[in-house]
């Protein structure tokens, strides 16, 4: 259990929801926070709020859900800890008490805003004395990885391997280097800020790898160009130097952050987006293949379900007239579970749905049978999004953002070579 759980416990959280850095967030800068088991939450950007509050229906497919704002504190625990507390905006506790969290299991697992001093995990009641000598264990492993921690977040390719024990999703939070440098980094904004203001509205979005058991995620920064209309002239000159640099300016997007579990070795391997940046097409290319493969093998029967989705988004925005998705990103989601193994000798009934393509040319007597594992396609990062909708903005685009559709098309491609290169 983690010590967030626990810290329900204490009285000075009665009302509010201490927030975690969500642990696979793998791109951006803004940071982003776990909330509960379905939801996050970032800072509120008018501009990103905008555009969820006046989304297309035929884009709410292809974005994560909109769940509400909420107002965050930075504070000091009891032990002089820093964090972050999410409060219902203006007391209003019916604000979250209506998040669905409907596809989420086991919901006593679920936290719930409550009136009374303290507030518990459902069914589960944890004694201070637990909660203190919990929160001093996890300290001390703190200041274990700290040192270790401070020479990773220079690196940007990194290999951890899993300990044994326990589910692997549980260990993520130790060892996704971009998701704790972006929570130091937030926490040391507010922190300079307290004194003269201390609450700050965030936005409520849907967690998507919350159905993921061990989520592989990739962070593609989509678009010939990243700037907004409203940036500075050094803003603007250093986006398009970075475009110019990486291959969104060949093929219209670029790897922003991977997070990929390796079954072969039992590690996690980590991207960031300097690395990405560097790379060329053929790199690129490379780092998709190495997104879907697990170690031992090629995740073929991804493939269809990628590219279907990305081209069914294709046909979405090219229909959306006046929209600019600037520095927006693009993810794709996958579970990195092992799938489960059946004996090619086995029972004709256990191996009647196998198919030609799930098999490993390197599995001996084995034969691979699919888990249902589903794959996702999201746009998020709507910080520099521009439509003529919108009003006050000073600059009016016509049609369809060619930008991000040239590089849609161009990741289909790719993704087609890489298939069709693997089934040869």
């Excluded at 035929?58 to 800890?81: A, C, I, L």
């Excluded at 998709?288 to 069914?312: A, D, W």
Aim: proline fraction near 3%; glycine fraction near 6%; charged fraction near 30%.
């Amino acid at each position: 259990m983690s010590p967030a759980f626990g810290a329900m416990e204490v009285e000075h959280y009665s009302k509010g929801v201490l927030l975690e850095p969500f642990v696979h967030q793998v791109g951006g800068h803004s940071c982003v926070l776990r909330f509960n088991d379905t939801t996050i939450c970032k800072p509120l950007i008018q501009r990103e709020h905008q555009f969820y509050e006046t989304l297309p229906t035929e884009m709410r497919k292809f974005t994560p859900q909109y769940e509400g704002v909420v107002s965050v504190s930075f504070e000091e625990d009891e032990d002089g800890n820093l964090c972050l507390i999410a409060y219902p905006l203006n007391g209003d506790h019916d604000n979250l008490e209506n998040l669905d969290n409907s596809d989420c299991e086991p919901k006593s697992k679920l936290l719930r805003w409550t009136n009374k001093k303290t507030m518990l995990l459902e069914n589960e009641k944890i004694s201070k004395e637990w909660v203190r000598q919990h929160r001093k264990e996890e300290k001390m492993k703190s200041h274990k990885l700290e040192e270790e921690f401070e020479w990773l977040k220079k690196s940007e390719v990194l290999y951890y391997t899993v300990e044994k024990k326990g589910n692997v999703s549980s260990q993520f939070k130790h060892h996704n280097p971009w998701s704790m440098k972006c929570h130091q980094q937030q926490l040391q904004r507010m922190k300079e800020n307290a004194k003269h203001r201390n609450q700050y509205k965030f936005i409520l979005l849907e967690n998507l790898t919350s159905r993921y058991e061990v989520p592989c995620v990739l962070d593609l920064k989509m678009g010939t160009r990243q700037h907004g209309d409203d940036a500075s002239e050094e803003k603007k000159a250093n986006q398009i130097r970075k475009c110019q640099q990486s291959t969104s300016a060949v093929i219209g997007v670029r790897v922003c952050g991977m997070q990929v579990y390796q079954a072969g070795t039992g590690q996690l391997m980590f991207m960031n987006k300097y690395h990405g940046r560097k790379l060329s097409v053929q790199g690129f290319k490379e780092a998709l293949y190495q997104f879907f493969h697990n170690g031992k093998y090629l995740r073929r029967e991804l493939f269809e379900s990628v590219i279907k989705k990305l081209t069914e988004l294709k046909s979405v925005l090219e229909k959306q007239e006046s929209y600019r998705f600037y520095s927006s990103s693009l993810l794709i989601i996958y579970d990195g579970k092992e799938r489960q193994e059946v004996a090619v000798d086995s029972d004709p009934e256990d191996l009647e749905d196998l198919s030609e393509e799930s098999s490993d040319e390197s599995a001996g007597a084995y034969a691979y049978k699919p888990t249902a594992s589903t794959v996702d396609v999201r746009m998020i990062d709507f910080a520099h999004t521009t439509c003529k909708y919108y009003g006050e903005d000073s600059v009016v685009h016509e049609g369809q953002d060619t930008g991000y559709v040239f590089g849609l098309q161009n990741l289909i491609d790719i993704i087609k070579e890489i298939r069709d290169e693997s089934s040869e």
